[in-house]
Structures are given as C-alpha cells and as structure tokens.
Antibody
Framework: EVQLVESGGGLVKPGGSLRLSCAAS????????MNWVRQAPGKGLEWVSS????????YYSDSVKGRFTISRDNAKNSLYLQMNSLRAEDTAIYYC?????????????WGQGTLVIVSS | EIVLTQSPDFQSVTPNEKVTITCRAS??????LHWYQQKPGQSPKLLIK???QSFSGVPSRFSGSGSGTDFTLTINSLEAEDAATYYC?????????FGGGTKVEIK
C-alpha cells in the first residue's frame, strides 16, 4: 500500500526540541521530493519545508528557518524534521506530503499527521 | 511571498447545487495552482493539479480553471460527501503558500 506514516509528535516545553519522522512505503521514495506541511488547531494549511530527491535543494518557510532542519534517508525510505527552539506558535498537526518526482509542485500523497504541542 | 486569497470563506449549499470557489494570487503564477479537499479529522487530498488537471480518482464533478492570477474550483452537483474545506496552493515560487480555505457545508 502506498502510504506515509508520521511519528514523533508530542508535548514539549517552549525552547525544547522534537524530531519528527515520516516512513514511506509502497513507492520508490528516492524518486520523489518530500515536504512538511503543518496545520495549527482550527486553522489552515501552512507549508513548512521541502527537500529534493537527493537533498540537494532544501527550502524552509521564514517562520521555521534557522530552527527546523529537514532531512531524508533514501535507504530507509524516511523523511525527518528536526525541530529546535520550539515556540507555542509551532503547535500544530505536522503532515508529511509527497511531491512530484524531481520537482516541487503539488502534494499528491499525505500522511495522517502527527500532533506537536508546545506548552509549559 | 505570493499571497493566495480564497473566497468565500464559507458556503452553505444544498445537495445537487453548483459550488464555485475562487482563488486569487497576488502575482502571476501561470498554472502552478493546485486544489485540495480536507474533510474533518482527515488529511488533505489532492483534487486538481496545474489549475485544471484532475488528479487520478477524483470524481468528474470537480473541475478547475484559470491561469495567471485568477482561478476557480467548481463542484457540479454537490453531494453530501463533499462537505469539507477546500484549499488552493501555489508552487510557482518558494515559499510555497496556501489560500486560507473555503469551508463548504451541506444544507
């Protein structure tokens, strides 16, 4: 089955760190760009970060630049998001989403999301 | 940053009615505009890519049009299962951005 499964969310104090993972299966992970998109409770979608197939191209939203690091391990079919210096406004469901082969366009496959709560 | 403005924010519609949602970009994005459907408690699903191309498996009542700065998602003959929030998304430039969403409620 083609799917993405996120993990690693939880409750963390402001200033703390968390590492999210996204396990891909059912498709050739190394051929697709990958992305993180988040959704604060009751709010809309917000793009967070994108990474190309070979990790040569990486992009971040201004709101997370310098605090979050996206990475991938094609051998393990996995995408990661290292989140440091977390703030209350980072509280959200974090989705990993598959992009296009060798390009950044639409997101055609989404995981179920993992909830991150930043609170003291 | 390219800002996407969706309208309306909310729409209450009777089954079998036609629904039209618009998305306006703050600058020319060509056809790098995509539409998603998100039902309550679920992750988003791709409906339309490149402004007008239906994604695989999407019912034919969903269609998209437009280019440049003005885009439209149309749902012909709304069904009860179409109750959801709809988002547009541009991939012309980084940062990638989404519209604020349009919630469609079934009367």
């Amino acid at each position: 089955e083609v799917q993405l499964v996120e993990s690693g969310g939880g409750l963390v104090k402001p200033g703390g760190s968390l590492r999210l993972s996204c396990a891909a299966s059912g498709f050739i992970f190394s051929e697709y760009s990958m992305n993180w998109v988040r959704q604060a409770p009751g709010k809309g979608l917000e793009w967070v970060s994108s990474i190309s197939t070979s990790s040569n191209y990486i992009y971040y939203s201004d709101s997370v630049k310098g605090r979050f690091t996206i990475s991938r391990d094609n051998a393990k079919n996995s995408l990661y998001l290292q989140m440091n210096s977390l703030r209350a406004e980072d509280t959200a469901i974090y989705y990993c989403a598959r992009g296009m082969p060798a390009a950044f366009n639409w997101f055609d496959l989404w995981g179920q999301g993992t909830l991150v709560i930043v609170s003291s | 940053e390219i800002v996407l403005t969706q309208s309306p924010d909310f729409q209450s519609v009777t089954p079998n009615e036609k629904v039209t949602i618009t998305c306006r970009a703050s600058q020319n994005i060509g056809n790098f505009l995509h539409w998603y459907q998100q039902k309550p408690g679920q992750s988003p699903k791709l409906l339309i890519k490149y402004a007008s191309q239906s994604f695989s498996g999407v019912p034919s009542r969903f269609s998209g049009s437009g280019s440049g700065t003005d885009f439209t998602l149309t749902i012909n003959s709304l069904e009860a299962e179409d109750a959801a929030t709809y988002y547009c998304h541009q991939s012309r430039n980084f940062p990638l951005t989404f519209g604020g969403g349009t919630k469609v409620e079934i009367k």
